[in-house]
């Protein structure tokens, strides 16, 4: 096996997918569970990007990797998903919910439409993600593990983000109550909490009834509250890795996202 680093004995042949996987934190998630030996299942709904990243880790030293396509807020898909999965890989050792939207705009200025595409992507996916994943898992009866994509936004109040910052509090809980609930089966569920990254999402999020020049001054001034703009998505994939081998539940990552754990 050409497995390295730290890790590489822990997910040596264990089946691991990432939703999300095409871009950010989801493919540098892949990467380094592909570092580590595993095998992926790289799952988004840009189909290119999927296999793009299934290629990459393959290259990275999984021993197999594949790119599949699918929305995670569409139930059916995901089951679909989940019996070719099963079926022709095999049974999920960690899943990672990670796709995600991001959506800002004041209370006032977020439609129904747009509470309903967030809370559609950012929880429901990861609803049926645990649900469905998570039963195998279960049923299969030798552990595993969840990790869940939250935010610091889950615990952080901002007027700019309410319909994101919500969606991303509900995933903190589910985490935690579906933490409760799998503890007795050796599946650990963990939530991963990172704020600013340097990401797609941070740059071309869709911004309700907020200009680009005033969400340039937004970004601004949070790279000023906060000095950084630059941590890499690489860093909160290394961070996923740790909470998996440590079963950590609630995994505050970058400098702001501690400090305001830490405060909440
Ligand atoms: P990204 O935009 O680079 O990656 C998100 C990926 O999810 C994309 O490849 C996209 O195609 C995929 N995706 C979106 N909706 C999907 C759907 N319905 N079905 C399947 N795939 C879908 O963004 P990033 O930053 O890597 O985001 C990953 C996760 O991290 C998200 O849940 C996000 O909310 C969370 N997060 C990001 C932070 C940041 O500052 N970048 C901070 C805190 C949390």
Not at 11 to 16: A, D, I, N, S
């Amino acid at each position: 096996s050409v497995a390295k680093g730290p890790y590489a004995e822990r997910f040596g042949g264990q089946l691991v997918l990432v939703t999300g996987a095409a871009s950010g934190i989801g493919r540098a998630t892949a990467f380094a569970f592909a570092e580590a030996g595993a095998r992926i299942v790289a799952v988004d709904r840009d189909a290119e990007g999927a296999s793009r990243t299934a290629e990459m880790a393959r290259l990275i030293g999984s021993p197999e990797a594949w790119g599949e396509t699918v929305d995670v807020s569409d139930e059916t898909a995901m089951e679909k998903l989940a019996e070719k999965v099963a079926r022709e890989y095999g049974i999920v050792d960690v899943l990672v919910n990670n796709a995600g939207i991001g959506l800002s705009g004041s209370f006032f200025e977020t439609t129904s439409e747009d509470w309903k595409k967030v809370l559609d992507v950012n929880l429901w996916g990861v609803i049926h993600g645990c649900r469905i994943f998570g039963k195998q898992m279960s049923e299969r009866g030798q552990g595993g593990h969840i990790v869940n994509t939250a935010s610091a936004a889950a615990y952080q109040p901002s007027k700019a983000l309410p319909a994101y910052s919500t969606s991303k509090a509900a995933v903190l809980m589910l985490s935690e109550c579906l933490r409760a609930e799998l503890a007795g089966k050796g599946i650990g569920v963990s939530a991963i909490c990172p704020g600013f990254v340097n990401t797609n999402i941070t740059s071309t999020a869709r911004f309700a009834g907020v200009s680009a020049d005033e969400e340039k001054r937004r970004q601004k001034k949070s790279s000023r509250l906060y000095g950084l703009r630059n941590y890499p998505p690489e860093k909160v994939a290394s961070a996923i890795l740790r909470a998996v081998v440590r079963n950590q539940a609630v995994v505050p990552v970058t400098p702001e996202a501690r400090g305001a754990h830490f405060m909440s």
